[in-house]
Nanobody, 120 residues
């Protein structure tokens, strides 16, 4: 059974930082791209970051480049998202995902989500 369990969300002031974690099980990073999506109030879900399964390269949505950093642990069973210089527009529910193949465009599995709220 595939599981993705996020933690680390919360309330933070603008300019602050949060680190999201996602514990994973039931699949291998060798076969799945892994990443983070978010859903802001009244908006569609959007991809935030992704690590490709083929070469481990990481890419980010334009609005978070330079502020967010995605990583994994050496055991390849956890995913992290370090979020710095947070803005009110980063307020959203954040989901870790796994997508079969090499890209995060069409996630196969979703975590339950963790709320991030950035106050101005």
């Amino acid at each position: 059974e595939v599981q993705l369990v996020e933690s680390g969300g919360g309330l933070v002031q603008a300019g602050g930082s949060l680190r999201l974690s996602c514990a994973t099980s039931g699949f291998t990073f060798d076969d799945y791209a892994i990443g983070w999506w978010r859903e802001a109030p009244g908006k569609e879900r959007e991809g935030v970051s992704c690590i490709r399964s083929s070469d481990g390269s990481t890419y980010y949505e334009d609005s978070v480049k330079g502020r967010f950093t995605m990583s994994t642990n050496s055991a390849k069973n956890a995913i992290y998202l370090q979020m710095n210089s947070l803005k009110p527009e980063d307020t959203a529910v954040y989901f870790c995902i796994a997508a079969y193949g090499d890209d995060c465009i069409d996630p196969t599995f979703w975590g339950q989500g963790t709320q991030v709220t950035v106050s101005s």
